[in-house]
């Protein structure tokens, strides 16, 4: 099996899937601006704007390939090398403040010996999912986790409490000792070895951009016409600040690829529409605004919940 092959083919089709999908939700058409990259390879963004669901979303593959830049370099602890690196990317902000931001990315990374690269060296895949509410529906939380870790289960009981856990700390504002949101998986570094093979890793990671759609379109669907006010509005965009602090402080993937001369629009494309910062602010006790604040500043096991 050509892995390489197989998951850029993979991650192509996704895009394809996903965007039909919000398309048909939202009524508004994806704009698709395809791009080269200097060195090798590129890719096929799609950004979705002043919907009447969705008001900024972006759905994005790409397939770069070519000589080790020197930050990936020192990143990796390599002395060169030449590598392909191939995934998609997306963030869907709705305008509904009821309606949860989702976030997931599904990546595969091979690095050569050779200028050729017929033969990888090293391979491994990673990704995830994981959702942002602004108003917290504890029945949204334990779905959105349901299907991951049915999913995750599929391949190994030992795979969700691990892929949860390591979501649960990577997507936290340490700055403000709390969460982004609510959770889900993220993995990354999946190599095969003996328990299993990188056909095994392949087969989970995609199988775990499949169930995005189930995982995230029936809680859009049903918070998408619910009615809010300007105050919930305000609120919205508070925690979008939240959002945004979180990827340009924190998230790995925007400071590599700021680092490494990537491509500014497509790593910039997560960043909400509306946002505000407010002054030392604090939502009243007993809210809805408060309910959420309090399960952000420590995980709790959605799934489980579940079965309850």
Same mark, same amino acid.
Request: charged residues 30%; proline residues 4%; contains cysteine.
């Given at each position: 099996m050509n892995i390489k092959q197989t998951f850029t083919d993979y991650?192509?089709?996704?895009?394809?899937?996903?965007?039909?999908?919000?398309?048909?939700i939202d009524g508004s058409q994806f704009r698709e601006d395809l791009w080269e990259r200097e060195g090798g390879g590129g890719g096929r963004t799609r950004v979705l704007e002043e919907g009447d669901v969705i008001e900024k979303g972006g759905v994005n593959v790409s397939a770069v390939h070519g000589e080790l830049p020197e930050t990936i370099?020192?990143?990796?602890?390599?002395?060169g090398g030449w590598f392909y690196a191939t995934g998609l990317s997306l963030v869907l902000h709705p305008r509904n403040p009821m309606a949860p931001t989702v976030h997931a990315n599904y990546r595969l990374f091979e690095l050569y010996d050779s200028?050729?690269?017929?033969?990888?060296?090293?391979? !491994?895949?990673?990704?995830?999912?994981?959702?942002?509410?602004?108003?917290l529906r504890d029945e949204d939380a334990i779905h959105f986790h349901t299907v991951h870790k049915e999913m995750c289960d599929r391949h190994g009981e030992d795979l969700y409490p691990r892929f949860k856990e390591a979501?649960?700390?990577?997507?936290?504002? #340490?700055? %403000?000792?709390?969460a982004r949101?609510?959770?889900?998986?993220?993995?990354?570094?999946?190599?095969?070895?003996?328990?299993?093979?990188?056909?095994?890793?392949?087969?989970?990671?995609?199988? @775990?951009?499949?169930?995005?759609?189930?995982?995230?379109?029936? =809680?859009?669907?049903?918070?998408?016409?619910?009615?809010? #006010?300007e105050d919930? %509005? !305000?609120?919205?965009?508070?925690?979008?600040?939240?959002?945004?602090?979180?990827?340009?402080?924190?998230?790995?993937?925007?400071?590599?690829?700021?680092?490494t001369?990537?491509?500014?629009?497509? =790593?910039?494309?997560?960043?909400?529409? %509306?946002?505000? !910062?407010?002054?030392?602010?604090?939502?009243?006790?007993?809210?809805?605004?408060?309910?959420?604040?309090?399960?952000?500043?420590?995980? %709790?096991? !959605? @799934?489980?919940?579940?079965?309850?």
């Open positions: 991650v192509h089709d996704l895009q394809d899937e996903i965007c039909q999908e919000v398309e048909a370099r020192s990143h990796f602890n390599v002395e200028e050729e690269m017929d033969r990888a060296v090293d391979r !491994w895949f990673g990704g995830g999912a994981d959702l942002t509410p602004y108003y979501c649960d700390t990577y997507f936290y504002n #340490t700055h %403000r000792s709390e949101g609510v959770g889900g998986i993220f993995y990354d570094y999946l190599r095969g070895d003996e328990r299993r093979s990188d056909e095994e890793w392949l087969s989970f990671s995609t199988d @775990a951009g499949n169930v995005f759609a189930n995982a995230y379109f029936p =809680i859009l669907k049903k918070r998408m016409d619910e009615p809010y #006010t919930q %509005r !305000w609120w919205q965009e508070v925690r979008r600040g939240r959002y945004a602090e979180f990827n340009l402080i924190h998230d790995r993937g925007t400071l590599f690829g700021l680092k001369n990537g491509r500014i629009e497509s =790593i910039l494309m997560s960043l909400p529409p %509306r946002t505000r !910062w407010v002054y030392d602010h604090h939502p009243e006790e007993d809210t809805p605004e408060a309910y959420l604040v309090k399960h952000l500043r420590k995980p %709790r096991e !959605w @799934a489980g919940e579940g079965r309850k």
